[in-house]
């Protein structure tokens, strides 16, 4: 059993990093949560294309700023947690691909005309890639969000536009290395920005939120403890979980 900690504490705490009690007024601020939350999906209910947003995080519009962001490449489309959409900004890209991606370890036939078209003619949009393979557009685009989340092609999106390109990841982003680090190595930092967000997490609610596998997780947290990184506490109502060792409530 961990330290003891008090559950109102932690709720306001967290309101306030949130910035929920006071949204940010300047896009440092509101960046600065964003690359802790990171991958931001576009808000529920919007339309395909819609930029990543924190809602009710900023006093100005926080989605035409993301979108600046996407415009010139700095915030980027992924599929992570469950091969879900999301942003994360373009240099904690190789961070978040390692922690999230999810290999294939072989391709059925449709990704692999996918990809193989990538490859030899370089980026298409949905479109231009059915008239290339013939491919109906409920077969190709599967196969595509399939080889997205193995982080082996990447979409383009850097506006609203429907009509974005597909190319291999490699071309893209020649400097990201998928091997740099072991996958729990980039876990553990990924859980380090959570936690210092939420300031407290169960492991049940990191495996909620991450969609990585128990084990994982578990063996994340607890290396995580063996190296001092965060420590075990107990908040009534919310149960024994984890906070970053130098974090004070």
Known sequence: MGDSVDARAIRGERLRRHLLTQPAADTDAYFALF??????APPAMSYPGS???LVHRATFSASKEADKLRADRSLVKGRFLNGNVGYVFADDLELYA???RKPVKGLNEVQQVAYDTLANLGPLTPRQLREETGLLNKKIMPALHRLQTAF?????QPDEDWEREWRLFEDEWPDVDLTRRPQEEAVAEVVARYLSAHV???SAQIRDWSSLPKRLVATVMD?????GRVKAVEVEGMGVGWMLSDDEV
């Open 35 to 40: 690359r802790l939350l990171q991958p931001v």
């Open 223 to 227: 290396d995580m403890k063996s190296s």
């Open 51 to 53: 930029p990543p947003e």
């Open 98 to 100: 390692t922690a999230f």
């Open 200 to 202: 407290f997490g169960t």
């Open 152 to 156: 082996l092609v990447h979409e383009d």
